[in-house]
């Protein structure tokens, strides 16, 4: 049978893995908050609000992913 398009299905080991991105995101923003404010330097400063941006958008991706997705078990 040929798919004209990829099932929206999660499966438990894509859900785990997912997990897992998510919360080394969760972790890294974390982090970045705190030393967005400990930090002086300007550069540095601006890395890490990038870092913290960059982390924030991926865990709202991996969280679509799994509300627009069936979790299959």
Do not use: C, R
Not at 2 to 29: A, Q
Not at 38 to 62: F, G, H, P, R
């Amino acid at each position: 049978m040929k798919y004209e398009s990829v099932p929206n299905i999660v499966g438990t080991k894509d859900l785990s893995y997912l997990e897992d991105m998510f919360k080394w995101n969760y972790e890294l923003y974390k982090q970045s908050i705190n030393y967005e404010f400990k930090v002086k330097d300007k550069n540095a400063k601006q890395l890490i609000q990038k870092i913290k941006k960059v982390s924030d958008n991926n865990m709202k991706t991996i969280l679509s992913i799994i509300k627009e997705g069936k979790v299959h078990e």
